[in-house]
């Protein structure tokens, strides 16, 4: 069975940082793109960063320079790096795997940040 499991999240101070995790276990299948993605209340779920097979990566416009994904040497955990957080980054943050065959997506771990 395949797991997709998040940590990292939590409530900090605007300025600050965060550090969020995603591991996936139990797939068969290769791992061709693994990201981040949010959803603020009332908002779409959008694309926070992304990092492909071959190292990749692809960030919102609203997070750049301020974002970094990375991954370990297993391809099968990435970590978003999360520096200088804004009100405006409060969201719901949600681990994406895409495999060779199935999109898997992660429980979802809260990130608010106070002003």
């Known amino acids: 069975q395949v797991h997709v499991v998040e940590s990292g999240g939590g409530l900090v101070q605007a300025g600050g940082s965060l550090r969020l995790s995603c591991a996936a276990s139990?797939?068969?299948?290769?791992?061709?793109?693994m990201g981040w993605y949010r959803q603020a209340p009332g908002k779409q779920r959008e694309l926070v960063a992304a990092?492909?097979?071959?190292?990749?990566?692809n960030y919102a416009d609203s997070v750049k320079g301020r974002f970094t994904i990375s991954r370990d040497n297993t391809g099968n955990t990435v970590y978003l790096q999360m520096n200088s957080l804004k009100p405006e980054d409060t969201a719901v943050y949600y681990c994406?795997?895409?495999?060779?065959?199935?999109?898997?997506w992660g429980q979802g771990t809260q990130v608010t940040v106070s002003s």
């Open positions: 139990g797939t068969r299948f290769s791992i061709n793109v």
């Open positions: 990092m492909t097979r071959g190292g990749s990566t």
């Open positions: 994406n795997v895409v495999t060779t065959l199935v999109t898997l």
